[in-house]
Nanobody
Framework: QVQLVESGGGLVQAGGSLRLSCAAS????????MGWYRQAPGKQRELVAS???????NYGDSVKGRFTISRDNANNTVYLQMDSLKPEDTAAYYC?????????WGQGTQVTVSS
């Protein structure tokens, strides 16, 4: 079992920055990939960014060049640095961890970007 707890969401003006954190506990040694997804009202959940245990990253097209994912293996935490935020980035952001073929999710944290 893996537990994921997000923090760092909030309200920010367009052009601003936020950093999200996701702390993992439980069977953390087995987490192969960690990432962030987001879901806006009326839309499907979409990939924001992911990172493997080896540090390889993958980003959604809409956030490339603006968001950066990083992973602190010693503290079992993954971060999402979000810069140049846009109103269309407004969504609930969910931390994700993949163990073998099983996906784990955090409870989500709201990010709201005002214009």
């Amino acid at each position: 079992q893996v537990q994921l707890v997000e923090s760092g969401g909030g309200l920010v003006q367009a052009g601003g920055s936020l950093r999200l954190s996701c702390a993992a506990s439980g069977s953390i040694f087995s987490i192969r990939i960690m990432g962030w997804y987001r879901q806006a009202p009326g839309k499907q959940r979409e990939l924001v960014a992911s990172i493997t245990t080896g540090g390889s990253t993958n980003y959604g097209d809409s956030v490339k060049g603006r968001f950066t994912i990083s992973r602190d293996n010693a503290n079992n935490t993954v971060y999402l640095q979000m810069d140049s935020l846009k109103p269309e980035d407004t969504a609930a952001y969910y931390c994700n961890g993949i163990v073998s073929t099983k996906w784990y999710w955090g409870q989500g944290t709201q990010v709201t970007v005002s214009s």
